[in-house]
């Protein structure tokens, strides 16, 4: 047999028990992390939404890039359901929400979301969206201005900003990346790797204990999560440059919570300016604060919450 030869059989192998390592990875992380919420039908595909609570003015919470319901269940959701009845959605392509036909833009991810929470009886919540999902909830603002009540940008993007793509999602969005790279990751990364890259995010705090648990890091690393998250946060910056100068005309209160030691969605470039072109945005900054308020800052967050809906007039 010749080298050549030799080394084409060992990469074949080799593919394939990355596939088989991926898949298996993939009925784990769904057998530890299953879906908590029900389905909705949106334009032939499942939008999966828990919803937490019973009565009060309606809230919608929308996650990040690689996140999903569980980032809001671990406790913000369970909180907040003492007073609203709260509507957690995993984004199209993420979660347990299937990828749009149509495409997975930040608009068409918002009409998708606004039309699974109104169809369980959301007419006008208040939507708070935390980092990539605030430039969702900015987006649904601006589409569909009659469907919703306020805005909550939580750590949010809202404009374009000068470091471009970076070299993982540049690697990783590209058709070589997602056929090649995703499957290697899903099959190989360590646990391990994944909790530290989730211990960046809430840098300089930590993540609470029992956080990762119940996040389920693998539901992460699946392939088509991958897949859908690298090719929207691709388009992300080209979107942004497109519609944040709507932004300025959103006629909704707008309350916008933004850690000063945010390192990922620097508040100088999306928050301040934010509060500055809106007349109705109003800008808390936290001291000290990373990327993730809604954990390490919630008694800040929820009365973000609370003024939206006192300005919004909701009950």
Same mark, same amino acid.
């Given at each position: 047999?010749?080298? $050549?030869? =030799?080394?084409?059989?060992?990469? @074949? #192998? ?5 596939? *088989?390592?991926? +898949?298996?990875?993939? !009925? ?91 169809? $369980?009886? =959301?007419?006008?919540?208040?939507? @708070? #969206? ?5 430039? *969702?909830?900015? +987006?649904?603002?601006? !589409? ?91 388009? $992300? ?79």
């Amino acid at each position: 047999m010749s080298l $050549l030869t =030799a080394t084409g059989i060992g990469l @074949l #192998g080799f593919t394939g028990a990355t596939q *088989v390592l991926a +898949a298996r990875r993939e !009925a784990r992380a769904a057998k530890l992390s299953p879906p908590r919420g029900q389905d909705v039908e949106v334009a032939g595909r499942r939008v999966h939404v828990e919803v937490l609570g019973a009565a009060g003015p309606d809230l919608v919470l929308i996650h990040g890039s690689s996140g999903n319901t569980r980032d809001f269940t671990f406790r913000l959701a369970g909180e907040l359901a003492a007073r609203y009845r709260v509507f957690v959605v995993d984004r199209p392509g993420l979660g347990w929400s299937d990828a749009l036909p149509q495409g997975d833009g930040l608009e068409a991810q918002a009409r998708a979301i606004q039309a699974a929470v109104a169809a $369980l009886g =959301a007419e006008r919540p208040i939507v @708070l #969206g935390q980092s990539y999902g605030g430039a *969702v909830a900015l +987006a649904w603002a601006a !589409a569909l201005p009659g469907t919703l009540a306020g805005v909550v940008s939580v750590s949010g993007v809202a404009y374009p900003w000068e470091t471009g793509l970076g070299l993982y999602y540049t690697i990783l969005s590209h058709p070589l990346g997602r056929a090649l790279l995703i499957p290697l990751i899903t099959a190989w990364v360590p646990r391990a790797a994944i909790k530290r890259e989730i211990d960046k995010v809430f840098a300089p705090q930590t993540a609470p204990a029992g956080y990762d648990e119940h996040f389920g890091p693998e539901l992460t690393v699946r392939r088509g999560a991958m897949r859908v998250n690298a090719l929207q946060r691709r388009a $992300l910056h080209g979107e942004i440059s497109s519609l944040s100068p709507r932004w300025a005309e959103i006629g909704l209160p707008i309350e916008i919570v933004h850690g000063d030691a945010d390192m990922i969605v620097h508040h100088s470039i999306h928050a301040d300016r934010l509060a500055a072109e809106n007349p109705q945005a109003r800008l808390t900054l936290l001291p000290g604060i990373g990327h993730m308020p809604h954990h390490v800052a919630r008694p800040e967050v929820i009365a973000a919450i609370d003024r939206a809906a006192l300005r919004a007039n909701v009950k």
